[in-house]
């Protein structure tokens, strides 16, 4: 049965979350270890290791931030995936200097996100992430922003926050017209 | 980018490690270490930097130590990129355990007045009163503290802003000008400031009076010894006596554990960790709470915001990012009534402001492309002042670290809304186009009348609205009844012997102004009391 029949699913197929979509999100680091997380290090675009993300992880943000960026994020396919891949490398470098525990839960929501039925659930996002559209994932994120529940809005916060942070801190994509930058400095 | 070049500033700091200054660095350590000392002094910000000075000038034997890495004016170039991961707690990622506030917190030797943005107000003589008459504190009297805020004042060459403030900051004082309410200048901790604008990211030409490059130095000149990259995990306790403290050297990753251990005895022990940390040591270290008050009562000066776009170029990310404020709303409904604000403004470089303005997709870019032409405002909400503001309380997480728990309710709610409401209608008065509250599903509206309804409209649950906090106060609060307070009016720890804290966790309330100079002041003066035990 498609989702869209089932009681409970709005017309995108997000379940209204109630106590169980929230016990799915705090739950979630049992179901992350029943399914053996992936472990595989993604790479970087000059073939470092990450450092903090995981394969899956890399995959829902390449997703994710081009529709939280969307306007200012390259759509040329060249320009794109040296945006992604820089992103990628900024945001690892980040999150590596927060603290074990917020790698702990980033991975929770992460595995959440990427392993179904719960993806699904929580999103509304059936395909895999590399096939969601824009529009669907601009859904999700403003359920998340919208839900009465905090431990999704918290998540909208953490995922366009931490996006948003890492994209605009980079020199590469400041424009003229956005900020001309710093004064130079040569260290004495 | 800016045409301003800078170059051949003298970095103090490696000038000072080449002239021989003790110092230890956790993430080479290539086995345990072991020192002994005076007095240790956990935490190297406005509290520990202060005591080093005055501790080491009185001729007693001091070591500092830090988490976070030893930086200089040669690494700070300006960049929020790295600024962000390398100099904040837990690199900007720093919150309350619901998501709400977003706390910016220093992780440097120098500690948070390596980032701060130099607002260097005395403790109001109101917040002074209220502590003398409903905390029970002794020798905060307006007269009484007055000489030691001269003091910092001097050693720090506060003064008041003497350049014309930046157009971001010319925003509130003219919509002020504009609409009667109060408005006066900052003064400020700098000595040749060039007027840049990035206190934030670390000061590149050493003009900021901060720690790192005052009364540190001073102290590693007399001979106190520096340990860094080192994070303070258990007081050592015997019978009832502080004897120094344990820490695990951590990696240049500020994150992990190298494994090393680092142990320095100590006849006394002075924590000056911030409101977070302290209360999580002192939790790690079983130490004695009979009344259960270690880590009651934090807090944050809750922080909402207001945009604004002029149809002029603003560039509030150049420029001293603090120089005006306005008391208008601080104290005129009485200092135990609705919660009163001070209103500022931040600097506006584009991580901070992207991230902090909430929302995503295609209006967000619009926003941030608008970025000159920007102002923003903050309201500091001075909590702790009425019995419907408790602020927070830290507790341990599973890993040890601290957490903080701060409950948004009605009474904090009002004062968000009030808030607001005033900011936008100081930017509509100094010229603005048009003015969105910062909050996940906040709009721009290009009338006052249009703001306000959707002001008094926004559901302001957590993680709807956006709260920040740079001040993190309180914890462990002073006071002379052992059933509410932690240490005493001298920052002595009320259930132990040898041990002080001397730092913002010991204000019982917050302060109602941005609270780096009622920290030094303070702290001037207990660690001068302090000097003289020690040395009777």
């Known amino acids: 049965m498609h989702p869209d029949t089932l009681p409970g699913f709005n017309r995108r197929g997000f379940l209204k979350l109630g106590l169980v979509g929230s016990g799915l999100l705090l739950g979630a680091g049992l179901l992350g270890s029943l399914h053996g997380c992936a472990t595989h290090q993604p790479k970087t675009a000059s073939s470092q290791p990450m450092k903090v993300l995981r394969e899956k992880d890399a995959v829902i943000l390449s997703a994710i931030a081009p529709v939280v960026l969307k306007g200012n994020f390259p759509t040329e396919p060249a320009a794109r995936q040296q945006a992604l891949d820089r992103f990628l490398t900024d945001i690892d470098e980040l999150l590596a200097h927060t603290s074990e525990y917020a790698h702990g839960e980033l991975a929770k929501m992460f595995d959440l996100l990427y392993l179904m039925p719960t993806r699904g659930l929580m999103t509304g996002i059936w395909s895999d992430w590399q096939d969601a559209s824009e529009e669907d994932i601009d859904a999700f994120l403003v359920d998340w922003r919208d839900s009465s529940f905090n431990l999704f809005r918290m998540g909208y916060a953490q995922l366009s926050q931490l996006t948003c942070l890492v994209y605009y801190s980079a020199p590469e994509n400041w424009t003229a017209e956005m900020y001309p930058g710093p004064p130079q400095h040569i260290p004495g | 980018m800016s045409n301003i070049i800078i170059k051949d500033i003298p970095d103090i700091i490696r000038q000072g490690l080449a002239s021989g200054w003790k110092t230890h660095n956790g993430a080479t350590l290539e086995q345990d270490l072991t020192l002994a000392c005076d007095v240790v002094i956990i935490g190297t910000g406005a509290g520990g930097g202060t005591t080093a000075e005055i501790l080491t000038q009185m001729g007693l034997s001091v070591i500092m130590v830090e988490e976070g890495p030893l930086r200089s004016s040669s690494d700070f170039d300006m960049q929020e990129k790295r600024a962000y991961s390398d100099l ?27 980032v701060n943005w130099t607002s260097s107000f ?37 003064e008041k802003w003497a350049i014309p403030p930046n157009a971001n900051n010319s925003i509130l004082s003219e919509g002020c000008e504009k609409l009667g309410l109060h408005w006066a200048v900052i003064p400020r901790n700098v000595k040749g400031c060039w007027n840049l604008g990035y206190c934030g990211t670390g000061c590149p030409t050493n003009a900021k009076q901060s720690m790192l490059v005052t009364t540190i130095p001073a102290a590693l000149n007399g001979g106190a010894q520096l340990v860094y990259r080192a994070r303070a995990e258990k007081l050592l306790i015997e ?37 977070i940390n302290g209360p999580a040591l ?3 270290s079983d130490a004695p709470d009979p009344h259960d008050r270690i880590g009651k009562r934090t807090f944050l000066h ?3 915001g207001t945009l604004a776009e002029f149809g002029h170029k603003i560039e509030g990310y150049y420029g001293a990012p603090q120089s005006i404020y306005s008391d208008e709303f601080q104290w005129k409904d009485g200092v135990t009534g609705p ?28 926003q941030i492309n608008r970025l000159p032409y920007l102002n923003m405002m903050l309201a500091l909400l001075r909590d702790g002042f009425h019995d419907e503001s408790e602020g927070g309380s830290v507790s341990l997480r599973s890993d040890g670290l601290p957490k903080l728990d701060y409950p948004i309710n009605d009474y904090l709610r009002d004062g968000v809304r009030r808030a607001l409401h005033h900011m936008a209608e100081i930017q509509f008065a100094a010229g603005a186009l048009k003015v969105r509250p910062i909050h996940a599903v906040g709009q721009y509206n290009s009338t006052l009348a249009d703001v306000k309804k959707q002001i008094d409209e926004l559901d302001l649950e957590v993680n709807r609205m956006r709260i920040g906090s740079a001040h993190v106060m309180g914890g462990c609060a002073m006071g002379e009844d052992v059933k509410t307070a932690v240490v005493d009016s001298n920052g002595k720890f009320h259930h132990l012997e040898g041990l002080h804290i001397l730092d913002g966790s010991i204000f019982p309330t917050s302060i109602g102004a941005n609270p780096q100079l009622s920290i030094y002041g303070m702290v001037s003066r207990a660690a001068t009391r302090l000097g003289e035990q020690l040395k009777a």
């Open chain 2, 339 to 366: 919660m009163g604000f001070k209103i500022e403004v931040p600097p506006m470089q584009p991580g901070f402001v992207a991230t902090i303005g909430m929302g995503h997709g295609q209006p967000h870019s619009d």
């Open chain 2, 302 to 304: 809750p922080v909402p």
């Open chain 2, 239 to 275: 019978n009832e006596q502080v004897k120094g403290v344990l820490c695990h050297a951590i990696a240049d990753d500020a994150v992990h554990k190298t494994g090393k251990k680092i142990r320095i005895q100590a006849r006394h022990t002075v924590m000056a960790c911030g409101g």
């Open chain 2, 88 to 114: 904040y707690q837990e690199g900007l990622t720093r919150a309350t355990s619901d998501g709400a506030f977003t706390i910016m917190q220093g992780r440097a030797v120098g500690g948070t007045t390596v």
């Open chain 2, 122 to 158: 005395r403790t109001p003589p109101q917040t002074l009163r209220y502590w003398t008459e409903t905390h029970g504190l002794k020798g905060f009297t307006e007269a009484e503290m007055a000489p030691w805020f001269d003091k910092m004042e001097r050693r720090l060459n506060v």
């Open chain 2, 282 to 284: 002192l939790l790690r």
